[in-house]
């Protein structure tokens, strides 16, 4: 819903001060970009302040980084301190034969490792 008139000028009217530091600023995401590719905008952001003293707001950054299509690499935690078994079903071999009392201390230790799975997250609760 623009006239073909004002679509015109904008097509062919000299780039403005804030588009020209914009392409700046694409150029230099660039550079930091190729050098480390895992950078999020959040980053590049920092780098920008930090390394090239250039203060600009996240959102600028963020802006820029999408329409260059710049995506961070996520990097998940690992969660658990054990490795999955080949065999989930396996059972220890049963050694008490429920003879829990110890004729001295040290003698039985004891622990549940008992682990259920429910919810559609795959979540593990103990």
């Keep these: ?24 600023l694409k150029e230099t995401i660039m550079k930091i970009y190729t ?11 920092d780098t920008l302040a930090g390394d090239y003293d250039i203060h600009v707001n996240d ?9 260059l299509g ?14 999955a078994s080949s065999k989930p079903d396996y059972t220890a071999e049963n050694r008490l034969n429920r003879k829990f009392v110890a004729g001295r201390p040290n003698e039985k230790w004891l622990t549940d490792v008992t682990e259920f799975k429910y919810g559609s997250g795959g979540a593990v609760h103990k």
Aim: proline residues 9%.
């Design 1 to 24: 819903k623009v006239s073909p008139a004002g679509y015109y000028r904008w097509l062919t009217h000299p780039p403005t001060p804030r588009e020209t530091h914009n392409e700046a």
């Design 35 to 45: 050098e480390v590719p895992e950078m999020g905008y959040r980053r590049i952001r």
């Design 59 to 67: 959102k600028r950054v963020y802006r820029l980084c999408r329409e």
């Design 70 to 83: 710049i995506r961070s690499t996520l990097k998940h935690r690992r969660y658990g301190c054990t490795r």
